[in-house]
């Protein structure tokens, strides 16, 4: 690789492969899955014992819950946390090993996401000046619920060798300068978002990563995709459609949000007929028998009580759904609906904006749909007679401890996934939001999945990499000049 090109690590596929590709050719990816297909893509050979301790006990049953504010505390968590740990570190060593042996004079690494925390800090130890990046994917807790993980000190100091690290949310950001501070006290010097750690310095930026706009846009016009919505809008095209799209995991927020549609029902009587909760739930790699056995009786006794010979009010598929099926199901939706209880971001936000667009050519029934506001029984031909509009400018149901909240803001319904009473309230404003509103903030939408796309997301960080290794940086506390490296 000639200079200024890139090296980048990820245990996992993420959008990143086609945000690097579009703006610099001159990327290399170095991973273990999903880069079969991926030209010049070096794949890093790790043992099928250190793989399984790495990713399915170290990563999932310790570091994920943790970063999403659920502490692991039962026995299976005691028993894998000291000694996945060490798998976890066998992983990132390979990682590690594999960089250095590719790694030219100029090259910029960039490290993805919690699975190889470790890996910037043994980077730096192999080749002291190289340009190191770290993003992490995930949500980043406070301090106190950071600093519960035996291993934090080796944590933190592996990312921390890097020259910049990124996060999807100031407060993510935030929480980590409060989180290193706290562990390691006088060790670590910080002003605004510059931390001074071993006679270094290092920069911190929050840089929401978003989808690629431009190529979704494209695809969402593909006559497979507007095939599949009409289908589904011809089997309920006299209802009221609010959708989402989760794994059955804890955080995902599955429970609250059928709970909360449970008691909507119960509460309004005239939607009972006329509003179709369709929830697909995709596979999930941390499989939860205690979660999915109550998400699977609250679902089930919805439908007991509400469902007529003629109308089902709850569609609960447990299963993984093809691409055109998902952008079809998000183009004919009048409502999407996101309970995460915390995430590091959710893209389906970004993915139903763009399928809501009227520019991408909505899909409509040949009759007008019952209006959803209307008791069951009222008639009202003139209105059926009419060919009905298509489906656009949906409003969006959003956890506020969803990354995306602090993207979105003002253009989604904010709402907090355990107040049942706000997301039954947040159903209703949604189902009766004037087309006056809807345009508004889908309109405001759109503006930000364009300014917040993976390509600029990537763009963005190679800038603060310039910045941050290119600048001599001042920290007042001790009037220390020093030149990063």
């Known amino acids: 690789m000639s200079p200024n090109n890139s090296l980048v690590a990820l245990a996992g596929t993420h959008a990143l492969q086609n945000a690097a590709l579009a703006i610099n050719t001159n990327v290399q990816f170095i991973g273990v899955l999903g880069l079969e297909n991926v030209k010049n893509a070096i794949m890093v050979q790790i043992k099928d014992r250190d793989f399984d ?22 026995a299976k968590s005691k028993a894998f946390g000291e000694r996945s740990y060490n798998f976890y570190a066998n992983v990132n060593t390979a990682f590690a090993n594999i960089l250095a042996a590719n790694y030219k004079p100029g090259d910029v690494v960039w490290v993805q996401d919690y699975h ?5 800090g043994m980077l730096r130890k192999k080749i002291p000046n190289a340009k190191v990046g770290f993003f992490l994917h995930t949500a980043f807790p406070s301090s106190e619920v950071f600093r519960t993980l035996p291993s934090r000190n080796e944590l933190l100091e592996g990312v921390l060798g890097a020259n910049l690290i990124g996060f999807q949310t100031p407060e993510y950001s935030e929480h980590f300068l409060e989180t290193c501070k706290a562990t390691f006290e006088s060790k670590v010097q910080i002003q605004g978002n510059t931390m001074k750690f071993n006679d270094r310095l290092v920069e911190v930026t929050s840089v929401p990563m978003g989808i690629n706009f431009s190529r979704l846009k494209s695809f969402a016009l593909e006559p497979e995709i507007k ?26 927020g599955v429970k609250h949000k059928l709970l909360a549609y449970e008691t909507f029902l119960n509460d309004h009587e005239e939607y009972r007929e006329n509003v179709v909760f369709f929830e697909v739930a995709g596979s999930s790699p941390s499989f939860d028998a205690d979660l999915e ?59 139903f904006t763009i399928c809501q667009d009227e520019a991408l050519g909505g899909i409509s029934t040949p009759n007008s749909p019952r209006s959803a506001s209307a008791p069951s029984g009222d008639a009202n031909t003139a209105a059926a007679a009419r ?3 298509p489906k656009q400018y949906g409003p969006i149901i959003l956890s ?16 907090n996934p355990w107040d049942v009473k706000q997301l039954c309230r947040a159903m209703k404003k949604c189902l009766e939001m004037s087309p006056t509103e809807k345009a508004g903030r889908h309109k405001w939408n759109m503006q930000k999945v364009d300014k917040y796309d993976a390509v600029n997301w990537f763009q963005q960080l190679q800038e603060g990499m310039e910045k941050a290794t290119g600048a001599k940086k001042y920290l007042a506390e001790d009037m220390t000049t020093l030149k990063l490296h």
Not at 236 to 250: A, C, Q, T
Request: hydrophobic share 40%; glycine share 6%.
């Open 400 to 415: 506020e401890f969803a990354g995306a909240a602090s993207v979105f803001g003002k253009g989604v319904v904010i709402v």
């Open 227 to 252: 095939r599949a919505g009409q289908e589904l809008l011809d089997k309920y095209r006299h209802k009221k459609l609010i959708v989402g799209y989760d794994l059955i995991e804890r955080i995902c």
């Open 387 to 389: 060919p009905s509009p």
């Open 116 to 120: 190889l925390f470790l890996v910037p």
């Open 53 to 74: 301790g790495h990713y399915r006990h170290y990563c999932k049953i310790i570091l994920w819950p943790t970063l999403n504010y659920m502490i692991p505390d039962h």
């Open 293 to 351: 056995t109550e998400v699977h009786k609250i679902a089930q006794r919805i439908n007991e009580r509400f469902a007529t010979l003629t109308h089902q009010p709850l569609v609960f598929l447990k299963q993984d759904m093809a691409y055109p099926q998902y952008l079809g199901m998000l183009k004919v939706a009048d409502v999407l609906m996101v309970s995460s209880l915390r995430e590091g971001l959710n893209l389906t936000c970004h993915d």
